[in-house]
């Protein structure tokens, strides 16, 4: 019992029967110092090694051989260590930050404890300095073992693997697509026009007109004037072929017009007209009632003086058809 008592209560490490306590101590604790700080090196091409970070448990006493005190429990074998290891996978416990600092484990050491409970290294070190006893954080479970595991930097390993995947894959589907729009054209109108618009650029149509134009200035621009003037005059005969004399039964429907619209103002002099629909005898002192009217086969009204004075100050050749003052467009006319 005394030496029991000796080894358990007063220091874990002396023994009656230990000849030199204090050597082995120091040894036993810069091993297992070395070992936090080292731990195990993981070369290229080998995975991880997973290892029991307790040390060997110490000799029995005298007493437990004997029966008089309980004897710790037996280590975990690799058997068990296995299910407790596929119980902290079924529980995803490697996958939720730790529960002492509550952050991710990503490729920091990690912990497993025989409770199935998954922690920090460091964390769990320094709970148990701040508690002054080995309980489970979580659980609360006394006396238990720990097992160096690297679940959670495998699966962070394969997370960041996923994510470069995922951004190369994003990054080829956008270039490829970018190339389709440049080389493709689309069939709807509109993506149609910018398609083109995109491809040849007003600079370059600038460019091109420059590139190939004469470099006489003057003689492009008289060129361009030549081509207007005879556009102009291809125009005028097409609308003077196209413009023919009015029947009688036009000039009837032309009349209708007039009376619908109910315009009764010259639109040059700006005066009364005659209606035609109310036939008056002339009065000769009236000047008003003296000015005849001229109806167009565009359905316009003037005085027959304000229109010839109009083709007069216009100074229409033969070439060149008069114009009704308000369409601008070739007429026929008739006095009324």
């Given at each position: 019992f005394q030496d029991h008592i000796t080894r358990s209560l007063l220091h874990p490490d002396l023994?009656?029967?230990?000849?030199?306590?204090?050597?082995?101590?120091?040894?036993?604790?810069?091993?297992?110092?070395?070992?936090?700080?080292?731990?195990?090196?993981?070369?290229?091409?080998?995975?991880?090694?997973?290892?029991?970070?307790?040390?060997?448990?110490?000799?029995?006493?005298?007493?437990?051989?004997?029966?008089?005190?309980?004897?710790?429990?037996?280590?975990?074998?690799?058997?068990?260590?296995?299910?407790?290891?596929?119980?902290s996978v079924q529980q995803e416990e490697s996958a939720q930050?730790?529960?002492?600092?509550?952050?991710?484990?990503?490729?920091?050491?990690?912990?497993?404890?025989?409770?199935?409970?998954?922690?920090?290294?460091?964390?769990?070190?320094?709970?148990?300095?701040?508690?002054?006893?080995?309980?489970?954080?979580?659980?609360?479970?006394?006396?238990?073992?720990?097992?160096?595991?690297h679940d959670a930097a495998h699966l962070f390993r394969h997370q960041c693997a996923a994510r470069i995947q995922a951004y190369w894959r994003g990054y080829i589907a956008r270039k490829w697509y970018r190339h389709i729009n440049r080389t493709t054209c689309p069939k709807d109108k509109n993506l149609r026009r910018k398609f083109f618009e995109a491809r040849v650029s007003f600079e370059e149509l600038n460019d091109s007109f420059v590139r190939y134009c004469h470099t006489d200035t003057e003689a492009f621009l008289s060129d361009i004037d030549r081509s207007l003037s005879s556009s102009r005059r291809v125009f005028q005969q097409l609308e003077r072929k196209s413009v023919s004399e009015p029947q009688e039964n036009d000039w009837d429907r032309i009349k209708s017009q007039i009376i619908q619209r109910g315009v009764w103002d010259c639109p040059i002099c700006?005066?009364?007209?005659?209606?035609?629909?109310?036939?008056?005898?002339?009065?000769?002192?009236?000047?008003?009632?003296?000015?005849?009217?001229?109806?167009?086969?565009?359905?316009?009204?003037?005085?027959?003086?304000?229109?010839?004075?109009f083709e007069t100050f216009a100074a229409f050749t033969e070439d060149r058809r008069p114009t009704c003052p308000l369409c601008r467009s070739a007429y026929h006319k008739k006095l009324i």
């Open positions: 023994s009656l029967s230990d000849p030199f306590p204090r050597r082995i101590r120091k040894t036993s604790r810069d091993a297992h110092a070395r070992e936090r700080v080292k731990g195990p090196q993981r070369q290229d091409g080998q995975e991880e090694r997973e290892y029991v970070l307790d040390p060997d448990p110490p000799s029995l006493t005298l007493a437990q051989r004997l029966g008089l005190v309980a004897s710790p429990g037996e280590r975990l074998t690799e058997d068990e260590w296995a299910q407790v290891k596929a119980r930050p730790c529960a002492i600092c509550r952050e991710e484990f990503r490729l920091q050491p990690q912990v497993l404890l025989s409770c199935s409970h998954v922690f920090h290294r460091a964390c769990l070190q320094a709970f148990e300095r701040f508690s002054g006893r080995k309980c489970c954080p979580m659980c609360r479970r006394d006396q238990y073992e720990t097992r160096v595991i700006l005066t009364a007209l005659c209606n035609p629909s109310i036939p008056t005898q002339p009065d000769e002192s009236n000047p008003q009632q003296r000015r005849r009217t001229v109806l167009l086969s565009c359905s316009h009204l003037f005085h027959q003086l304000c229109l010839e004075a």
